[in-house]
C-alpha cells in the first residue's frame, strides 16, 4: 500500500507541472460484480444490433435546427434594428444562467429569524455592560436588514417586449432546441409506439418545442398549444414558423398560442412540456401551482427542463418531489406518477445528498445560428425530468451515465446512477466481466443508460481516480 501511494504521489506531482490535476486521488471504486450484473438482453437486441447502437444510448449526435426555422429566424435576426447584437445576447446568456428562483416571503422569514438570534447574541457577547432594550433593538434591526440585502437573491421579472424577445432569439434559439430535442428523443427512442396527437407547451418562448415535438411525432402531433405570457414572444414565434413573413402560411399546422393555460381542469394532453419555464414563476407558491397544473393537464409524459446549474436541477427536483408525493387534491386522473428520464428510481436524488452537491445534467452538442459572432459547434448544458403516468417498463431500472465516460486501456470508467438510489463509480474490464457488457459500456456516453441487469458492485479503496485535465474537470463539474 505504501509503495502505491509514493508512486500515485509521484504521478500527482509530475501532471502538476504539467498542468494536470486529480480528482479524489484515493476515492474509492466500485467493480461489477462477475457473472451476477449482465447485459439484459430481453429484447434480444445483441442478435441484431451492434454494441455502439445499443438501446440505453439515447444521445444524440450534433442537432441543427430545422432549415425553415433557421432561414426564418437569420430573416428576422437581419431585419432587426440597432446594433451591438451580439454583446447584449451573450450578456442574456450569461443573466439567465446565473439566475436564480424567487425567493419566497416564507424564506426570508425563517432567515430573518435565524439572523436576528444569530445577530442578537453577538451583540450581547461583544457588549461590555447590559445594552439598553431599545438601543439593542435596533442595532440587530439595522443588521439584520444589512445581512438580508446582501444573502437574498434580489428577483425581477423580464419583461419581453419586442427588442429582448428578439434578442431572446439570436441568444438561445439553437440551444433550447438542442436540449428540447435531446429530451424529446429520450421518449421517442425509448417509446416507439408512442404517438401523441396534442402538445401543450407552458412558456412556449420562441416556440422550440412544437418544432422540435414536430421533428420527432410531425405526423400523429394535430394540435400544439403553445401557452407565454408574452404577446411580443407569442408573436415572434408565429413569425418563426410563417418563414419570417406575416402573410406566409405556417410552416407547421394546428399551432394555437395563448397567453394563459387552458381553464377547464379536464383538458388534458399527450405530452405537456415546460423548458427553461419554472425557474421564471415570480414565487415559490406560483410554482408549486403551476407545476401542479401542468401534471393534472398531463395525459402521458410530462417534460420539465431547466438550465444545467445547481438551481435548475434544485427546481426540477422540488417539481419531481411535488408530483411523486401526489398531495394535490384536485385531480381527475388517479393515476400515481413515475420517474421516466434521467432517474432509474423514484428515490430522493443521490446527488443532493452528497458533501459536495454537483447538478445533475447532461451536455449536447449542436450547431448554432449562422451568425458572425457564433462557432461551428457549441454545447448545450441542462438539466431535465420526465414523468409519466402509471409505472414504466423493466429497462426503467437501467443505470444512468451522469459523468464523461472514461475509456482506458482494457477497462471502462463510468459513473452511474443505479435503480437502489445510489451513485456508483463502477469499472469494466473485459477480463472479469462478459464482453458484451464491456462493449456495452466503451460504446456510451455522458446521459446514456447501460443495458445491465442485476447490477452489484464489489470495491476496491486502493484503486485511483484516472488523471484529468483541468478543462475536463471543470466540464464534468460543471
Not at 490535476?21 to 429484447?43: F, G, K, M, P, W
Not at 438580508?148 to 434580489?154: D, V, W
Not at 452511474?416 to 456508483?424: N, P, V
Amino acid at each position: 500500500m505504501a509503495a502505491l501511494q509514493s508512486k500515485v504521489f509521484l504521478i500527482c506531482n509530475l501532471c502538476r507541472g504539467r498542468g494536470l490535476i486529480t480528482l479524489r486521488v484515493c476515492a474509492r471504486r466500485n467493480y461489477i460484480v462477475a457473472h451476477e450484473s449482465q447485459v439484459d438482453n430481453s429484447s434480444e437486441f445483441l442478435n441484431s444490433t451492434p454494441h455502439r447502437r445499443h438501446p440505453g444510448i439515447t444521445s444524440l449526435k450534433t442537432v441543427q435546427l430545422p432549415q425553415h426555422l433557421e432561414q426564418a429566424a437569420q430573416i428576422l435576426i437581419h431585419q432587426a434594428p440597432g446594433s451591438q447584437l451580439a454583446e447584449r445576447a451573450q450578456s442574456l446568456c450569461n443573466f439567465l444562467w446565473s439566475r436564480k428562483r424567487a425567493t419566497g416571503d416564507r424564506a426570508i422569514q425563517e432567515r430573518a429569524v435565524e439572523l436576528e438570534k444569530r445577530v442578537r447574541e453577538r451583540e450581547q457577547q461583544r457588549a461590555e455592560g447590559p445594552l439598553e432594550q431599545s438601543r439593542l433593538e435596533e442595532k440587530v434591526r439595522k443588521q439584520v436588514l444589512s445581512e438580508l440585502r446582501k444573502t437574498t437573491y434580489h428577483w425581477k421579472p423580464l419583461r419581453y417586449d419586442e427588442e429582448l424577445s428578439l434578442i431572446y432569439l439570436a441568444a438561445r434559439l439553437d440551444g433550447g432546441y438542442a436540449a428540447v430535442s435531446r429530451a424529446l428523443h429520450e421518449i421517442k427512442k425509448r417509446v416507439p409506439d408512442f404517438a401523441p396527437q396534442t402538445l401543450l407547451d407552458f412558456g412556449s418562448g420562441t416556440g422550440t418545442v412544437a418544432w422540435a415535438a414536430h421533428t420527432m411525432w410531425g405526423q400523429s402531433l394535430r394540435e400544439y398549444v403553445c401557452v407565454d405570457s408574452s404577446a411580443s414572444m407569442n408573436k415572434l414565434a408565429d413569425l418563426l414558423l410563417r418563414g419570417g413573413s406575416e402573410t406566409q402560411d405556417p410552416h407547421i399546422g394546428g399551432v394555437y398560442f395563448r397567453q394563459f393555460l387552458p381553464v377547464s381542469p379536464k383538458v388534458q394532453f399527450d405530452l405537456v412540456v415546460s423548458a427553461f419555464s419554472l425557474s421564471e414563476l415570480p414565487s415559490a407558491s406560483e410554482r408549486l401551482s403551476s407545476i401542479q397544473t401542468l401534471w393534472r393537464k398531463t395525459s402521458n409524459f410530462l417534460v420539465l427542463i431547466e438550465n444545467g446549474t445547481k438551481e435548475g436541477h434544485s427546481i426540477l427536483m422540488e417539481a419531481r418531489d411535488i408530483i411523486l408525493k401526489g398531495e394535490d387534491k384536485v385531480t381527475h386522473d388517479p393515476r400515481r406518477g413515475s420517474v421516466f428520464a434521467p432517474c432509474p428510481h423514484d428515490a430522493p436524488c443521490p446527488k443532493l445528498s452528497e458533501k459536495i452537491q454537483l447538478p445533475c445534467n447532461f451536455p449536447q452538442a449542436y450547431r448554432p445560428l449562422q451568425l458572425r459572432w457564433n462557432t461551428d459547434r457549441s454545447f448545450e448544458k441542462f438539466s431535465f425530468v420526465i414523468l409519466q403516468r402509471g409505472s414504466g417498463d423493466e429497462t426503467n431500472q437501467w443505470p444512468r451515465i451522469v459523468q464523461p465516460v472514461l475509456r482506458r486501456v482494457r477497462h471502462v470508467h463510468c459513473h452511474l446512477c443505479s435503480a437502489d438510489g445510489t451513485l456508483q463509480h463502477a469499472v469494466v474490464t473485459t477480463s472479469k466481466h462478459t464482453r458484451d457488457l464491456y462493449r456495452c459500456a466503451r460504446n456510451s456516453e455522458w446521459g446514456d443508460r447501460l443495458p445491465v441487469r442485476n447490477i452489484k458492485t464489489e470495491g476496491d479503496s486502493e484503486l485511483n481516480q484516472p488523471l484529468q485535465t483541468e478543462e475536463q474537470l471543470q466540464n464534468s463539474t460543471e
